[in-house]
């Protein structure tokens, strides 16, 4: 049985580093490693929209050497009801991977039960993984390395009940960050995640904390992050999220409280003058397009290195 991906914590530290750097390689030699050459494919479904993620799996399956066989769910028989575990028996039988952007969490968990090749959380509503790959590789490529990572301090303000804030939990726990998740009270992160990424850092050297105040959580932090504040599938609570989630803004004073040269994330699409003001995200300080460009690099890195297992 071959290795998912399917949370952050699926990958343990040392793990974690291994596709680090070579996502950071890759960025320098794009067709470094071509484990899909023949070519083999890669099946790449989506039950929700996409842009980044679309574009960045699809070339990046090709970099591999391999062809990327995107899937809408709603033109496929997913979207009439076929279990997901008879999905994976056909797949698993025809492909050399399966990369999904699902909703429940329960949903891919169910697909790597049923499946022998590497599954891959490309997003649910619970967690990003991937994108906290690329946003750990885009801090530590800027930073002067994948050992840079132990120790910074990352905050991230809004919605801290969402998969952005569970998987910066995750992932930057695991690699060794000092994570600060700033949210109302109202949008608290998963308590099991928070007690699960507390778990990683006590063995990692990082630390976790959950706040409701903005300004404590960003005052000194090397990374600020942010994300939408209306996710897919939250658009009916448009109006609570905008007046819950204001003083959370990602904004100039926000970095006059971080630390001198502090870095700015957002997984994107980004709405300015909401979560994020246009002056911080085409500012100086913004690493997103670096973050962006690294969901090719990152993702190329991770199945490299799962069908290697």
């Known amino acids: 049985m071959g290795r998912h991906f399917l949370r952050d914590d699926d990958l343990t530290p040392s793990e974690q580093r291994e596709v680090l750097e070579l996502a950071l390689e890759l960025r320098r030699d794009r067709y470094k490693v071509q484990p899909f050459v023949g070519p083999k494919a890669v099946a790449i479904l989506f039950d929700k929209h996409s842009t980044r993620t679309r574009v960045s799996f699809s070339t990046g399956v090709a970099e591999l050497g391999g062809y990327p066989l995107v899937i809408d769910a709603q033109n496929s028989h997913m979207g009439r009801g076929e279990s997901v575990a008879d999905t994976a028996r056909v797949l698993e039988r025809q492909v050399s991977a399966i ?35 690329a946003d750990l590789a885009a801090i530590a490529d800027e930073r002067g390395g994948v050992g840079a990572l132990a120790g910074l301090d990352l905050a991230y303000v809004g919605d801290g009940a969402n998969n952005m804030a569970h998987s910066y939990l995750l992932g930057g726990a695991t690699a060794g960050m000092h994570v600060r998740i700033g949210t109302p009270d109202s949008y608290l992160p998963d308590p099991a995640v928070v007690a699960r990424a507390e778990e990683i850092a006590e063995s990692t050297g990082g630390s976790v ?12 932090a090397d990374i600020v992050a942010t994300d939408t504040w209306v996710s897919m599938g939250d ?59 690294y969901r090719l690099h990152a993702q190329k890195a991770l199945l490299s290195w799962l069908v290697d297992r």
């Open 99 to 133: 990369v999904w952007r699902t909703y429940g969490q329960d949903r891919i968990d169910e697909m790597a039960a049923h499946s022998s090749v590497p599954v891959v959380n490309a997003l649910t509503d619970q967690f990003h993984p991937c994108q906290i790959l």
């Open 209 to 220: 904390t959950v706040t409701s105040d903005c300004d404590a959580a960003v005052t000194g």
């Open 235 to 293: 658009e009916a609570q448009k109006a609570e999220r905008m007046e819950v989630f204001l003083p959370y803004q990602v904004n100039d004073r926000t970095l006059e409280l971080a630390a001198p040269g502090a870095h700015v994330l957002h997984c994107l699409p980004a709405y300015r003058g909401h979560e994020i003001t246009a002056s911080v995200i085409d500012g100086d300080q913004s690493l997103v397009w670096l973050e962006a460009e």
